[in-house]
């Protein structure tokens, strides 16, 4: 019987940390082209960027691993925040979570898109009918309910092996096939300055870092210490494996002198092309790329119903939204915040042309905004605790976030993310007060993983 249940309690954990992690692991199919766009091409300093990248994701995740304690029923930066500043407050992360997700459905069906469309170039003129068809498949499918976790997990699973075929041949292959130069004759930036403009645009690979802080709600047969543990094993790992691959790809690129890719091609498909050729591995890296793309995009599809549902009157948490937006379809599915997501995601896929190159900016706006919500609410508790070692990492990693957002808000347009946050907190916060403050908000996050439900049992 304790055999048993410790494999099972193995498969939970599989089958829980494989999922929680496809989007971070699927930005990694987009956040080193950002990198190297941002450097104009400069691929003598793209393994550098990347490793600024990586260790600002470490940061954060270091307050992750103690927020799990904090919080072992799940809740994420609502939660902190709230408990922090006041309920008020949780609207922020809140409103970035809503972005957030609106976002990671977009980019994600994008990327998608463009994975397809460099295996197959002939559907270049497609890209953005693509994009739309893909994105009303993955909500199509939310509509029929959740399907269980471990479908997810296995997606991932399945990139990662991939992934790391692809790296393996790499390495083996012969140096320097691709015809892009190391440093590019340029009137651009150079050096320390370059790699201080470039990381914060390759931050789009620290979405979704935080997943597992909520997620853990989702497991209800655990106890607390059970929940915390998950989710510090699944964050770690998560970690480890995006670390792995990041470095991989980046060190991969510049050894085999992948540069900015062509219009219908992407650079993980073009380094993956160079390390293996034209064959089937090339092809399986392609489908299994497009495929965690696009459970990245279910995932938000279902998370991001499921927060309104919560904040809405009759979902079991805020009441401030309308009661339309709690009302579930026969598959527990809240249908008419599936179609708010689905309309919104359709409109910037056509504004930006289905090209994800153009997302990532406002992209990591969006999930900064919240990071910084949930560090500074760590660090007001480590103050008080007079916990100095794990206040200064806080404090450290609050001022890398800050850098990151004011640098990305700086070249301009990615503004438009943090304005839309910021006006869904409001609007959420004066719905609040207009409801008389009802108790519950730092609940939101955790209700809305609720909902999502895993369907694993120990």
Not at 248 to 259: D, E, I, N, T
Request: glycine content about 10%; proline content about 4%; hydrophobic content about 55%.
């Amino acid at each position: 019987m304790i055999r048993s249940l410790f494999q099972s309690r193995l498969i939970l954990l599989i089958a829980f940390a494989f999922a929680v992690m496809g989007d971070p692991v699927s930005s990694v199919a987009y956040a080193i082209e950002a990198a190297l766009r941002a450097l104009h091409g400069d691929l003598g300093l793209l393994v550098a960027t990347m490793g600024i990248v990586l260790g600002v994701i470490v940061l954060v995740s270091l307050n992750y691993h103690q927020l799990y304690a904090r919080f072992p029923e799940g809740g994420g930066d609502a939660a902190a925040t709230g408990t922090a500043f006041g309920e008020g407050w949780a609207f922020l992360p809140l409103g970035s979570l809503i972005v957030d997700y609106t976002l990671t459905i977009t980019i994600s069906v994008a990327a998608g898109a463009s994975a397809i469309i460099a295996l197959l170039p002939g559907l270049a003129s497609l890209r953005i009918p693509l994009a739309l068809a893909l994105l009303l498949v993955v909500a199509s499918l939310t509509w029929f309910g959740h399907g269980g976790r471990l479908i997810f997990a296995t997606m991932t699973i399945a990139f990662i092996a991939v992934a790391f075929a692809v790296i393996a041949r790499g390495f083996l292959a012969p140096a320097a096939q691709g015809s892009a130069p190391l440093v590019p004759a340029s009137d651009h930036e150079t050096g320390p300055l370059a790699v201080l403009l470039a990381f914060p645009v390759a931050m789009a690979l620290a979405t979704g870092v935080e997943a597992p802080s909520s997620a853990i709600a989702q497991l209800g047969q655990l106890d607390d210490r059970g929940r915390t543990r998950f989710g510090r094993i699944s964050l770690w790992l998560m970690i480890a494996i995006v670390v792995t691959l990041t470095v991989g790809l980046s060190v991969l690129a510049v050894r085999l002198r992948v540069g900015v890719p062509p219009a219908n091609s992407t650079q993980v498909a073009d380094i993956a092309r160079t390390a293996t050729g034209h064959g089937s591995l090339f092809a399986v890296f392609q489908v299994t790329t497009a495929i965690l793309l696009l459970a990245a995009a279910s995932s938000s599809f279902q998370a991001g119903p499921g927060l309104l549902k919560a904040l809405s009157a009759g979902g079991g948490g805020v009441g401030v939204l309308p009661t339309s937006l709690g009302r579930a379809n026969r598959h527990h599915t809240p249908y008419w915040g599936v179609v708010a997501f689905l309309a919104i995601s359709g409109v910037i896929v056509v504004v930006a042309g289905a090209r994800e190159q153009r997302l990532v900016l406002f992209y990591a706006v969006a999930v900064f905004a919240a990071f910084l919500c949930g560090l500074l609410a760590m660090a007001k508790f480590f103050r008080a605790e007079r916990r100095w070692l794990l206040l200064t990492t806080s404090l450290v990693g609050s001022l890398a976030v800050a850098l990151t957002l004011v640098v990305d808000i700086a070249r301009g347009y990615p503004i438009i993310s943090l304005i839309a946050a910021l006006a869904i907190a409001a609007t959420l916060h004066r719905l609040w007060v207009r409801a008389g403050r009802p108790r519950g908000v730092t609940e939101a996050e955790r209700i809305g993983e609720v909902a999502a439900g895993f369907r694993a049992r120990p």
